[in-house]
């Protein structure tokens, strides 16, 4: 199994970034996206399960943020709007199992991370 994240960037506050995870190998799961800014702890953003296909959201991001997943390219997304200069972390996509929710000991294959900047 694999996690290969991508999209990260620099953007200016109020603007938009999609980030990706690609995952190979397995079917069933729950993909979490978390974030970790410079001194401070990982931080829970959101996740979504792949069977059902729903959703649960950080209340720093609700409403701003969306996960999707695309089937066909076993993939899914994080799509941030109205992205602000606190949003600035390295983001991470992670794989949990069915029952994994918003903790990072829940989840046990990581992806790279993915620098996402956001300019004030």
């Known amino acids: 199994v694999q996690l290969q994240a991508s999209g990260g960037g620099l953007v200016q506050a109020g603007g938009s ?4 995870c690609a995952v190979s190998g397995v079917l069933t799961y ?20 792949w069977i059902i296909g729903d ?8 409403g ?6 695309d089937v066909a390219k076993n ?3 994080l799509q941030m709007n109205s992205l602000k200069p606190e949003d600035t972390a390295v983001y991470y996509c992670a794989l949990g199992s069915m029952s994994s929710s918003n903790v990072a000991s829940e989840y046990t294959l990581w ?10």
């Open 111 to 120: 992806g790279q991370g993915t620098q996402v900047t956001v300019s004030s």
């Open 64 to 69: 701003r943020f969306t996960i999707f997943r």
């Open 75 to 77: 993939t899914v997304y």
């Open 30 to 49: 729950t993909m979490g996206w978390f974030r970790q800014a410079p001194g401070k702890e990982r931080e829970f953003v959101g996740r979504i399960r």
């Open 17 to 20: 970034l999609r980030l990706s």
């Open 55 to 62: 959703t649960y959201y950080a209340d720093s991001v609700k």
